[in-house]
């Protein structure tokens, strides 16, 4: 499976973006989604999980209430809209795909290439 994550730019604070991640392959329902984030020094960090069916979410505290994850299996894309976006979201977004629910990194594999999320003051 192979993941692109989209999206990313340059926003102020109080914006919005909306990211999207794309996957290949044809058993995208059967997986939980990740979005997680590397901000400039620091380790990459868990921001949200889908279930596959996409009746399930989680969300890490520092974002609950202002992101929301959602997933279209049709379209095998996954979402990340964000919104009041702060200084301190600013950083690399990516997603990856699991078998558990988890928020461990060491849980998700195919990794896809990153959009760069700067949110300015």
């Known amino acids: 499976v192979q993941l692109q994550a989209s999206g990313g730019g340059l926003v102020q604070a109080g914006g919005s973006l909306r990211l999207s991640c794309a996957a290949s392959?044809?058993?995208?329902?059967?997986?939980?989604m990740g979005w997680f984030r590397q901000a400039p020094g620091k380790r990459r960090e868990f921001v949200a999980w889908i279930s596959g069916s996409g009746g399930n979410t989680y969300y890490a505290d520092s974002v609950k209430g202002r992101f929301t994850v959602s997933r279209d299996n049709a379209k095998n894309t996954v979402y990340l809209q964000m919104n009041s976006l702060k200084p301190e979201d600013t950083a690399v977004y990516s997603c990856a795909r699991s078998s558990v629910l988890s928020t461990s990194l060491q849980r998700y594999r195919d990794w896809g290439q990153g959009t760069e999320v700067t949110v300015s003051s």
């Open positions: 392959g044809r058993t995208f329902s059967d997986y939980i």
